[in-house]
């Protein structure tokens, strides 16, 4: 088992929390599939919709 950082811990926890509020806007449309980090309807990110998250990321942890 690795340790995890507490940031990180603190950010999939925060992530946990969205879903459920994502899972309940989205009703019937949620894709259950067990991922941790989905689209706002349960689907799994797309490879090429990842890199423009990473860099709003960023920009919004530098300020």
């Not at 603190?10 to 941790?36: C, F, P």
């Not at 919709?49 to 942890?61: D, F, I, K, M, Q």
């Amino acid at each position: 088992m690795l340790p995890i950082p507490d940031m990180c811990v603190a950010a999939l926890k925060e992530r946990s929390e969205q879903q459920v509020v994502d899972k309940a806007a989205a009703g019937v449309a949620w894709v259950d599939n067990g991922s941790v980090i989905t689209t706002r309807h349960g689907t799994p990110y797309e490879p090429r919709n990842v890199s423009p998250l990473v860099v709003r990321a960023r920009r919004s942890s530098s300020r």
